[in-house]
């Protein structure tokens, strides 16, 4: 049986949301020659720890993400390959504008692992770099049944748009 929700069940305090996306327009290096070998995915978690924050359509969430993205630069016999992975945490502020669609506005703070290696004739070598990443976005979840979403957000970590899908339980 699919239910449809009602205004005050989009993210309600104990919910989680799953949220599954691929990206566009990666953080990766994507020059001229570059290629996308898997291109910007992501997984992301979000638990309402309050809600009813200013009114009945407003509530907190915190959470985890997870991204990873690559590409590869080709020619003759010489290969170069990007990836940059991120996991960090997330914090949400939702608000309900319409019936069906929980917008938010969020911050989030990572661990960002960047590797590149290069193989070919002429060069043999690999390198990688880690620090903290900072990322913030503005998105959507439009409810299509009281547990799947489709899923829109903009802003900037593993990609600059990301869409996909939402699974509340």
Do not use: W
Not at 24 to 31: E, H
Not at 37 to 63: H, Q, T
Not at 92 to 117: H, M, P, R
């Amino acid at each position: 049986n699919i239910t449809f929700v009602s205004a005050q069940d989009i993210f309600k305090q104990g919910d989680k949301v799953l949220n599954i996306g691929i990206g566009f327009g990666n953080t990766l290096y994507t020059g001229s020659g570059y290629s996308t070998k898997i291109p910007p995915i992501s997984a992301s978690l979000d638990v309402c720890i309050k809600d009813n924050l200013f009114d009945e359509k407003s509530s907190l969430g915190v959470g985890g993400f997870l991204g990873y993205a690559s590409s590869e630069y080709k020619i003759y016999d010489y290969k170069h390959k990007y990836s940059d992975f991120i996991l960090g945490a997330r914090g949400t502020l939702n608000y309900q504008f319409i019936e069906k669609l929980d917008t938010y506005a969020g911050l989030a703070l990572g661990y960002d692992i960047v590797s590149a290696s290069s193989s070919g004739t002429y060069a043999d070598y690999s390198a990688s770099a880690s620090g903290l990443t900072f990322g913030m976005f503005l998105g959507a979840r439009y409810y299509f049944s009281d547990q799947l979403a489709g899923m829109l957000e903009l802003g900037y970590d593993i990609a600059v748009a990301k869409i996909g899908i939402a699974y509340k339980f």
